[in-house]
């Protein structure tokens, strides 16, 4: 007699099982109509926010001129353009000659004194200076420049010395390289040199003319073969911001910086004629006026005086407040983000639907896990689009409506499109987790608004809290998530106002991107050890 076994199918764990779960997931999600109008919902949101935000911003001015004294508006006109494409500052006040070929510029660097305004703005003519207080800003810079022409943003590389930061060499705003330390005077002074070779310059300085140090090289592609060298000084606006709670105030105004060389020479073909000063560019939010700038030359003694600065711009300065205004709707799709991943959850326990799906797969973390991979991907794709299309739509309303747009990497704007999506999907996870461990709709969305939004709002408002504090809430919550949208850098050689109320954030991007992640993982983690652990 033989003995019959039956056969038993095998079920491979694994990838196979958990694809099924996924799908099941999926097939859900997709047929609830609620949370599939709340997803389309949310894309919409983010993409008219955006455009509704783009369509009621203009900016125009109309200047007023003896000839035309009622002028049309026009646009507003956007900064000049660096090298790279930045926005920059391209202010001073330059004494140069024309350097036709290779060579060289030797200075030594005796004194830089400065004065600067408190009081906002320039005193009535025939004294500007009128009411001035002596002292010399941080990055006050003054030296000797080899510069591809006079107009702004054109291609630089600059050795100078400044008022708190010591040597630098600096070329093409967004570059900064240290060289000595300390304060310039009469007893300790700086030499400073500049060596051209084709389109590469190189700088060095000296305490003693004796023992040269490199300080850095830049390479300056298409520099022209005749350029601009010589002597410059400039001075940043003065500001001092201060904060407490329920406010702020500011007060500065702008500054000039005085600068006195001597020793000057310098090597390859340069003119025999005189010096030649006049002042680059000019904003009259940052710059004093040409009367009041300017230089003398005593034998080999030259004294400088300018105003402005030669720097990309930043803080507020930036511009990128254009990139924040088409995102303005992120907000509401996040909330919409975030009721749709607490239902995914919440909605299977009002309706007694958990057990089945228990019962289905036993195994509740692979379940949980199944939801949060089905969850973060529709609202990762979500994001994707909406935020692609928002950002193109937005900036194209605002420029019809005069408003300059800050010109932004393209791999910048990927990381933004992409963050902002990865930053809904994640928040979507975290509303999930939290769903699964609080159980109630309400409650579970009221926690992750408050844990993402609340921070963010009270870091951006500024003065609701003390100072440094909002910095620390867009640090440890998950609000620090809002660092993937920072459009421009903060540049360590530029004194501005870099705070998240003006789109810059403690954390690194991705940084900030990654402290929102660890907050998922760990609702995650938890809501895995109560579904273990708790009854259905």
């Not at 607490?342 to 639907?353: D, K, P, S």
Request: hydrophobic share 45%.
């Amino acid at each position: 007699m033989s003995v019959i076994t039956p056969h038993r199918p095998q079920v491979r764990p694994g990838r196979d099982g958990f694809a099924q779960l996924v799908r099941a997931e999926w097939t859900k999600f997709r047929t609830v109509r609620g949370w599939v109008i709340g997803t389309v919902a949310g894309a919409l949101l983010i993409i008219g926010l955006g455009a509704l935000t783009g369509a009621n911003s203009h900016c125009s001015f109309a200047p007023v001129t003896p000839q035309n004294p009622n002028p049309a508006p026009r646009p507003c006109p956007a900064p000049p353009a660096g090298p790279g494409g930045e926005w920059v500052s391209d202010s001073f006040y330059f004494v140069h000659q024309p350097l036709a070929g290779n060579g060289s510029i030797t200075v030594r660097a005796t004194s830089l004194t400065g004065m600067y305004s408190t009081h906002g703005g320039l005193a009535p003519r025939p004294n500007p200076l009128a009411g001035m207080k002596t002292g010399v800003q941080p990055w006050t810079k003054a030296g000797i420049l080899i510069k591809a022409g006079t107009a702004q943003g054109s291609a630089y590389a600059a050795m100078m010395v400044t008022g708190r930061h010591g040597v630098r060499m600096q070329w093409n705003f967004t570059h900064d390289t240290p060289g000595l330390a300390g304060k310039v005077s009469a007893g300790s002074p700086r030499w400073l040199r500049l060596i051209r070779s084709g389109d590469v310059i190189k700088g060095y300085d000296s305490a003693d003319h004796t023992h040269w140090t490199l300080v850095g090289t830049a390479a300056l592609p298409g520099l022209p073969a005749t350029a601009q060298a010589g002597l410059f000084a400039a001075a940043p606006g003065y500001s001092v911001t201060s904060t407490s709670l329920g406010g702020s105030s500011a007060v500065g105004g702008p500054t000039l910086a005085t600068a006195t060389f001597d020793q000057v020479s310098h090597q390859g073909t340069w003119p025999a004629g005189r010096w030649t000063g006049e002042p680059v560019g000019g904003r009259i939010d940052v710059a004093l006026p040409p009367s009041v700038q300017g230089f003398t030359q005593a034998g080999n003694r030259v004294t400088v005086s300018g105003s402005g600065d030669i720097a990309p711009l930043a803080g507020t300065d930036a511009g990128s407040h254009a990139v924040r205004q088409t995102l303005a709707g992120v907000f509401a799709g996040l909330i919409a983000m975030v009721v749709i991943g607490v239902m995914f959850m919440t909605a299977e326990y009002r309706r007694g639907l958990i057990r089945t799906t228990l019962v289905a797969s036993p195994r509740r973390g692979r379940v949980l896990a199944a939801k949060a991979v089905v969850l973060g991907g529709i609202t990762f794709v979500t994001g994707l689009v909406a935020t692609a299309v928002a950002i193109p739509l937005g900036e194209h309303l605002l420029r019809q409506n005069g408003n300059p747009i800050f010109p932004l990497p393209g791999l910048t704007v990927l990381r933004i499109v992409v963050g902002t999506a990865a930053l809904l999907a994640v928040a979507a996870v975290l509303a999930l987790g939290v769903g699964t461990l609080l159980r109630r709709s309400a409650a579970a969305v009221t926690a992750v608004i408050a844990g993402i939004v609340l921070p963010y709002l009270l870091a951006v408002l500024g003065g609701v809290l003390p100072v440094g504090a909002e910095e620390w809430l867009v640090r440890l919550t998950p609000a620090a998530a809002f660092a993937i949208q920072q459009a421009s850098p903060a540049y360590p050689q530029v004194r501005a106002t870099y705070t998240p109320a003006t789109g810059y954030f403690p954390l690194a991007p991705w940084a900030g991107l990654a402290v929102l992640c660890a907050w998922t993982a760990l609702a995650l983690a938890a809501a895995a050890y109560v579904l273990r652990r708790r009854d259905a």
